[in-house]
């Protein structure tokens, strides 16, 4: 045997069918398009836009202030990112919230301490989130239809209930935590917001959870194949959306101190464009807790900018929607592009 044959043979004995590349380095290229990369970008150019053209909107005091406008809000976003991401989605958030400030103040006009208020809150919140996870799961409704449904139910019992009044005189602690600061600067509401999206943040992208969280996303059938309750998965998600709108309700509400029938209106429209400016992909299987807090401080940004130059609010809702439509439909642009080439 030659040494020709020689190497042939032991070519043909240490090949494999499949070739194991390295981890490939760092490339520029790659970490420019990421959509999270480009949600800083886009934070960047509006603080900064803002900072220059009006002289007010770098103040200290003036930014922690900012944080106002979107702290309930990103409360709400983060439960509903891992739900999207499980292809599913809750329109009736802003009805939970306002049904669970009516609940508020129930509790406090029948004589209960302030210590019970937020508990009853979450309470009324987990329960509008159980009544919505059972017609998704038990009943195999779709889940946009079942909660364009409950928002009206859970407004309407809002409504029912306060009629042409309103709830006023909430105790102290409700204002403390609505309205106060810790070390006399920093807003209480934003600190709980990035507690709790530290917490997001960990479940979804740390632990067990969050891999059948994304794995149900991606394929339904799947994961049932692969031992996943997903009925179970979907209901918590349910109920922990309702328990955050439940939160969301309870310092709202201390921060205006009242409750009224149109508290929280058209919310739902802004807490999903959070979402799905945050790179979370409406199709289910896709995004991130980090994508969705840059969401929030763009929007809160630019949402804050508007309101410093008197612009009437009609015009922050119609960038919102244009916003939101924009992020649904640049991704399907993308990918069509690509395959078009």
């Not at 329109?91 to 302030?114: D, E, F, Q, R, W």
Request: with cysteine; charged share 10%; net charge positive.
């Amino acid at each position: 045997m030659n040494s020709t044959t020689i190497d042939r043979t032991m070519q043909a004995t240490h090949s494999s069918r499949y070739t194991i590349h390295d981890r490939p380095g760092f490339r520029i290229k790659a970490l420019l398009g990421k959509w999270e990369t480009l949600l800083a970008l886009l934070f960047v150019v509006a603080f900064l836009a803002n900072g220059i053209l009006l002289p007010t909107f770098l103040d200290p005091y003036n930014l922690a202030d900012g944080t106002f406008n979107f702290s309930e809000k990103a409360l709400i976003a983060l439960p509903m990112a891992l739900l999207i991401i499980c292809r599913e989605i809750d329109i009736s958030v802003s009805g939970i919230l306002a049904l669970s400030s009516v609940a508020i103040g129930v509790a406090h006009t029948s004589g209960l301490p302030p210590e019970v208020l937020l508990p009853v809150a979450l309470a009324a919140g987990t329960a509008c989130g159980l009544l919505n996870g059972v017609l998704v799961t038990r009943f195999a409704l779709p889940s946009i239809v079942v909660t364009i449904g409950t928002v009206s139910l859970f407004r309407g019992l809002a409504s029912v209930v306060l009629g042409d009044k309103a709830f006023t005189g909430y105790p102290q602690l409700m204002a403390d935590w609505g309205q106060g600061y810790f070390f006399g600067f920093i807003p209480r509401e934003f600190v709980v917001l990035l507690v709790f999206a530290a917490l997001f943040a960990v479940v979804l992208h740390c632990t067990r959870w969050g891999r059948r969280i994304y794995a149900i996303g991606n394929n339904p059938v799947a994961a049932r194949f692969a031992g996943i309750e997903v009925n179970r998965y979907r209901l918590v998600l349910f109920m922990l959306t309702g328990a955050m709108a439940g939160l969301a309700a309870y310092l709202l509400t201390g921060r205006i101190g009242s409750t009224r029938p149109n508290i929280a209106m058209g919310w739902e429209l802004e807490v999903i464009t959070m979402v799905i400016l945050g790179g979370v992909s409406i199709a289910g299987g896709a995004g991130t807790i980090g994508g969705v807090m840059l969401a929030v401080l763009t929007l809160g940004t630019v949402t804050y900018g508007l309101s410093l130059a008197n612009i009437p609010g009609i015009y922050m809702t119609i960038v919102i929607g244009l916003l939101l439509l924009v992020t649904i439909a640049l991704p399907r642009l993308l990918r069509g592009r690509k395959v078009a080439k």
